[in-house]
Structures are given as structure tokens and as C-alpha cells.
């Protein structure tokens, strides 16, 4: 297991290249609901952001959990490497935020993505890594 606070430099160096990442979430009747998705990793704030649109059922799943948030899991891998990501997840949608959040995605991805008036940030307060990375 990996300190999310102190990763190793080559796990780091996995979270910062450019891969699909997969979100778990449970849906309020418990079975796992999982989306392919962007993530950003801080490892000084011990943090993961998610960008996504309001509307969305990996969002409603993380509402429905209740104030305290919902515990998820952030994965990826490419080929024999792997990394998880976990913690509990919340909704975060100020502006300077969401504009951070959508910062850090194009550094990551090297691209911008579109405007979105609806776009929230799941923020998720990481307190645990795995990974062969």
C-alpha cells in the first residue's frame, strides 16, 4: 500500500501520465456503478478531483450518500501497471473550485475541457492507495 500523502516517485509519475481512469460509486441500493473518467491526483492536499456535469448518476450517487460524502474508488491502469485511489467523496461547486479542478484536468490531459455551466468537482479526501505503479 502507498502513503497518498508520500507516494513513491514512480507512482506519482503514473498518476501524472496521461490515462482513462474508472470512478466507483454505489448507487443507493448498493450495487457499484462504474464510469470511465479523468482524474487529477494531489498527493500535498491528499486529494483526487473528478470534473463532471451536475446532472450526472456517479453525482446523484454521492448526494445520496448523505453530507458526509460517499466512499469511491479511483482506478487506472496500462498494461502490467495499476493504481487505486481511495477516500470519501463529496461534491464541491464554487467556482474557483470547479476552476482549479478544471485546470488541473487540462494539465493532466493536455486539453481543455468545454465549457460546461453545470460542471461540479468530486473531491475526494483520499485515505488510502494501492498499486503495482
Not at 500523502?5 to 514512480?10: A, F, K, L, V
Not at 460509486?25 to 487529477?40: A, C, F, K, Q
Not at 461547486?93 to 453545470?118: H, I
Request: contains cysteine.
Amino acid at each position: 500500500m502507498a502513503d497518498v500523502r508520500n507516494p513513491t516517485p514512480e507512482y506519482l509519475a503514473f498518476w501524472r501520465e496521461r490515462h482513462v481512469c474508472t470512478l466507483t460509486t454505489l448507487r443507493p441500493d448498493g450495487t457499484p456503478h462504474v464510469v470511465p473518467v479523468g482524474v487529477t491526483y494531489d498527493p500535498e492536499a491528499g486529494v483526487a478531483r473528478v470534473i463532471t456535469g451536475r446532472g450526472t448518476r456517479k453525482v446523484a450517487n454521492i448526494l445520496a450518500a448523505g453530507p458526509e460524502g460517499a466512499r469511491v474508488a479511483v482506478c487506472q491502469m496500462h498494461k502490467a501497471r495499476w493504481a487505486t485511489l481511495e477516500g470519501r467523496a463529496t461534491i464541491r461547486t464554487e467556482p474557483e473550485v470547479v476552476a482549479d479542478a478544471v485546470s488541473r484536468y487540462a494539465e493532466r490531459y493536455e486539453r481543455t475541457p468545454r465549457q460546461n455551466p453545470e460542471r461540479v468537482v468530486i473531491e475526494i479526501a483520499l485515505d488510502r492507495a494501492l498499486g503495482n505503479a
